[in-house]
């Protein structure tokens, strides 16, 4: 990163940015919503099913606490990467490839198993974090800001099966 902004401003960011959304949604809805995506990506694709087979969506219990919508978690999903596309152009980084350099080096440069890998890694990813009652970001900022033991130990977790998979897939960088 030639031009990317310092770690601690962007930490710094992201803080003031889970406040105000406990702040913004406690006044709009009166109970806090902290930062999570995992969430919207169930609603979404509630929305999706209930284009096909709207009675299957209103039969659904899961449906019924998680009501298929656009909210400003699914407007926060849709703003991350287009906050990214916006700091690739302005740093002057932006380099559309179908293949990464890290990926080419490793696994050759087939776009088509590039894309099955994002596919099921994306795949794994929600779906673990469905199993665990949040994502990465809801887990690791929302609730470590709220000192929540099981956010700790799934953090905790994330690293200690995060670092050995990617020593293992991309090896010690020199």
């Not at 284009?51 to 999903?77: C, F, G, H, R």
Request: hydrophobic fraction near 50%; include cysteine.
């Amino acid at each position: 990163m030639k031009n990317g902004w310092s770690p601690y401003l962007g930490g710094v960011l992201t803080g003031l940015l889970l406040l105000a959304s406990v702040l913004v949604t406690y006044h709009w809805f009166g109970k806090p919503r902290y930062l999570g995506t995992s969430t919207a990506y169930v609603k979404v694709a509630g929305l999706i099913e209930k284009a096909i087979s709207p009675e299957t969506v209103a039969q659904n219990a899961y449906y019924q606490k998680k009501k298929p919508a656009i909210d400003w978690k699914v407007m926060l999903v849709l703003g991350v990467p287009l906050g990214a596309f916006w700091a690739a152009l302005r740093n002057r980084e932006f380099n559309p490839r179908w293949v990464p350099g890290v990926w080419r080096e490793r696994f050759g440069d087939s776009p088509a198993l590039r894309a099955l890998g994002a596919f099921v890694g994306g795949f794994l990813l929600i779906y673990g974090a469905r199993l665990a009652g949040g994502c990465p970001s809801g887990h690791g900022l929302s609730g470590m800001s709220q000192l929540a033991v099981s956010a700790f130990i799934v953090v905790a977790g994330f690293f200690i099966g995060g670092i050995p998979l990617a020593l293992i897939l991309y090896g010690r960088r020199r």
